[in-house]
């Protein structure tokens, strides 16, 4: 069989060094780095499922044709089947992290594209920082360990130099903003520049000092980027999204081990504050400790179970 060069290292490697070349320019220029970033990180995994069978990066494998290959002439596999095929066809599961990232920059792309452009480039760094941390390895492992392309690639090294830039810039501003960090009480991840640099105070007010801004929707956009209720309850482990103690409403969540945050109301008690209810009606809710003059503590019951006692 004739063999086809279809060159997708190659563009792969040129459109991501170009978008990192680009991002310190206009605004402009900065929505074409985010859609290079995309298109180079996409076609250098499509051609990890190439390697393996031709026939993978057809969108439909059952109008996959060697002339159609051969003149471009096929839509070829979107992002999501991609990902979808990695996984089934090369048994490749992408690191957590890694696809976390992906899924970010591929909803900054379809922003770039098409809404009115709005992000800094500060919070672009901050994150492509945190890609590169990932996909460096990953290239690594999958493609130069496999002869796709060579280590000593200069377009891959400069990519490296590339991280080493941007990772001491963020580090310099992260230092910058430290003393006003450290007095936060419970500082939080943002969801834009995925540092834990948010004051939050309730769904009003959350500010983060690394983007040097108000996160507009704090909550709902920390839900949407950090509390993953679906992969909690799907292994019949408890939801991430509990019932406050003092507003009721289902935005609690523990943030490590020890310490808990409501994104409503904002309160934010430590594991010591709390203990649940063993009432009869409700399951287990989450209720402040009570606790008594010789330290100890007695049994504290939510609102529910001490009005079913009163009417019982
Ligand atoms: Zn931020
Ligand atoms: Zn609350
Ligand atoms: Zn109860």
């Given at each position: 069989m004739e063999d086809i060069n279809l060159k997708m290292v190659d563009n792969g490697l040129d459109f991501i060094l170009k978008s990192l070349d680009t991002i310190d320019k206009s605004d402009e220029d900065l929505k074409y780095s985010l859609l290079n970033l995309h298109a180079g990180i996409q076609l250098m995994l499509k051609e990890i499922l190439y390697q393996k069978d031709?026939?993978?990066?057809?969108?439909?494998?059952?109008?996959?044709d060697f002339e159609k290959l051969r003149t471009g002439d096929f839509s070829s596999v979107n992002y999501k089947t991609l990902i979808k095929r990695l996984k089934e066809e090369y048994d490749l599961d992408l690191d957590k992290k890694l696809s976390d990232k992906l899924r970010w920059l591929k909803k900054e792309r379809n922003k770039a594209e098409h809404y009115q452009f709005v992000v800094s480039s500060d919070v672009i760094k901050s994150n492509i920082v945190q890609l590169l941390t990932y996909l460096i390895p990953f290239l690594k492992e999958n493609m130069i360990e496999k002869g796709y392309f060579t280590a000593d690639d200069d377009r891959f090294t400069q990519i490296k130099e590339y991280l080493h830039t941007f990772d001491a810039y963020v580090n310099e501003r992260l230092i910058l903003v430290e003393d006003v960090v450290d007095k936060i009480d419970v500082p939080m991840k943002c969801p834009e520049c995925f540092q834990e640099t948010v004051e939050f105070t309730d769904e009003t007010g959350a500010f983060c000092y690394f983007c040097n801004e108000y996160i507009d929707n704090f909550s709902d956009n920390y839900i949407y980027h950090f509390v993953d209720r679906y992969s909690a309850i799907k292994d019949g482990g408890h939801d991430p999204l509990m019932e406050c103690p003092s507003c009721d409403y289902e935005t609690f969540i523990c943030i490590d081990d020890y310490q808990y945050v409501c994104l409503s109301c904002g309160v934010k008690p430590t594991q010591d504050e709390l203990t649940t209810c063993h009432g009869p009606v409700c399951a287990e809710k989450i209720v402040y400790r009570r606790y008594t003059d010789d330290g100890g503590y007695e049994p504290n019951f939510c609102n529910l179970c001490l009005d079913y006692f009163k009417h019982a």
């Open positions: 031709w026939s993978l990066i057809f969108q439909r494998i059952e109008d996959a």
